[in-house]
């Protein structure tokens, strides 16, 4: 009996071999979903930071929040940019179309809330973006091992048969059915390799969403505490 990886393959049956191509392709595609959110975040991270490092200057100083707009060519791709400056035009083009009321407490509020309003949403979309494939990680992390165990219930059942089989080596003896048990065990252990793997990544990409969704909170709140300190003169 050979109990190598390539050994088990050939003796295994059908189902055990269909049952293992599949948890080969979850692992696969979740290997490949997780390079493609590392890469996504790295560079959301490197663009945002950088739009960022652009953007406070001209939110300390009163006077110079128009020049923000410009900053949406060269920080297009930066998901922070995308959040932030459609906010800052809208609130600009707001503030200028009320022209003297500007100045009403209650308008300047409501101005506020407008801003806060669009950048929650812009938030959410690019967050929305940054998790795109974690829900299918989160898939693969919790049906793999049933996967596996789906293989190892048809490879005991084989095993079962071949023992109580005497033209198949049978008779009951526990060394007949070894490679059958050995074979269905197998699937199980590869599920659960998968699974471990697939919730590594889903954790680990979850929580660079979290610190995506931080910064760009605390960046939208610095933005308006900026206009709220600098009042009309924001602009």
Known sequence: MDFTLAGLWHQMGPVAKVVVVVLVGMSIYAIGTAFDRWWTFRKSQRLSMGYISALQPLV????????????????????????IGPGIADYLGALEALGPKAQDPVEAELLIHHLGRIMDRGRKRELAALQKGLSALATIASSAPFVGLF??????????????DPSKGGGGSLA???????????????GLVVAIMSVWFYNYFVAKADDFANLAEETSGELIDGIVRNGAKAR
């Open 176 to 190: 007949s059915v070894s490679g059958g048990i050995a074979e269905a065990l197998l699937t199980t252990a590869v």
């Open 60 to 83: 300390a100083k009163p006077g110079r929040l128009a020049e923000a707009i410009s900053l949406k060519e060269k920080w297009k791709d930066a998901p922070v940019g995308r959040i």
């Open 151 to 164: 293989g190892t219930v048809f490879g005991i059942i084989t095993a079962f048969q071949q023992m109580a």
